[in-house]
Nanobody, 122 residues
Framework: QVQLVESGGGLVQAGGSLRLSCAASGTIASINTMAWYRQAPGRQRELVAVIRLSGTTNYADSVKDRFTISRDNAQKMVSLQMNSLKPEDTAVYYC????????????????WGQGTQVTVSS
């Protein structure tokens, strides 16, 4: 069994910063792409940032130059540093990863975390 557990969400004033972390555990052979998504009330889930095994990254236009995604392969973790937060960043943030799962006969399986709430007050 594989689990992704997010931490670091909370309430912050506009202009503030938060750092989200996601730890992967379980029957993991390796982790390929890792990403953060978010979903605001009444809206579809959207991709915020992605980091590949090579280290290359991509960001949603709305968070470019404010958010930074990073990963620690040894610790099986991905983080999202969020600066200059805006009220429109308020959402539940989800960790996502493509994992080579030992229990799935080493197939690549996509996993989601349970989500962490980020609320930015104006």
């Amino acid at each position: 069994q594989v689990q992704l557990v997010e931490s670091g969400g909370g309430l912050v004033q506009a202009g503030g910063s938060l750092r989200l972390s996601c730890a992967a555990s379980g029957t993991i052979a390796s982790i390929n792409t890792m990403a953060w998504y978010r979903q605001a009330p009444g809206r579809q889930r959207e991709l915020v940032a992605v980091i590949r095994l090579s280290g290359t990254t991509n960001y949603a236009d709305s968070v470019k130059d404010r958010f930074t995604i990073s990963r620690d392969n040894a610790q099986k973790m991905v983080s999202l540093q969020m600066n200059s937060l805006k009220p429109e960043d308020t959402a539940v943030y989800y960790c996502n990863a493509d994992i080579v799962d030992i229990r799935a006969t080493f197939r690549l399986v996509n996993y989601w975390g349970q989500g962490t709430q980020v609320t930015v007050s104006s």
